[in-house]
């Protein structure tokens, strides 16, 4: 399978044997990106992508998302199966509407607790056993593995 000609607003990867997405790196008019099962591990090149608003890193290589700190338009990531442990980066990324953490290595889901504009949270089969930081995300879906028992439940959590 051929990826499509880098340009336009859209760029779908997945599946390919792609590991290097330098070439994404200028591509300032980029807004949506899936990267799903590739061979990607650095995703440096897209921390200029200032307009990117959904990003799709599922089932890759990725295990460091320091890159995505500054990307303050990003509206929907999905970081399902990587190797990622540390979400610290999306502290700031208040304009983050759904996010999916399930199957990752991510244990502190502390910095997740500021982001109140967070609507659609998934952390199936994560290390998380503290989830008193998401008490203040009062209008997010959040989906996980076991019932809860550390936090109230309330309205728009989800108990599978």
Partial sequence: MRPAPLHGPAR??????????APLAGLSGLQSLALKLTQVSDIAPLAGLAGLQSLVLYYTQVSDI????????LQSLDLSGT?????????????????DLSHTH????APLA???GLRVLLMRNTQVTDRTPLAGLRNCEIYWDEPISDIQTGQGRKET
């Fill in 12 to 21: 779908t990867l997945t599946d390919t044997q792609v590991s290097d997405i």
């Fill in 66 to 73: 320091a890159p995505l700190a500054g990307l303050t338009a």
């Fill in 83 to 99: 190797q990622v442990s540390d979400i610290a980066p999306l502290a700031g990324l208040s304009g983050l509407h759904s996010l």
């Fill in 106 to 109: 991510v244990s502190d889901i």
């Fill in 114 to 116: 500021g982001l109140s």
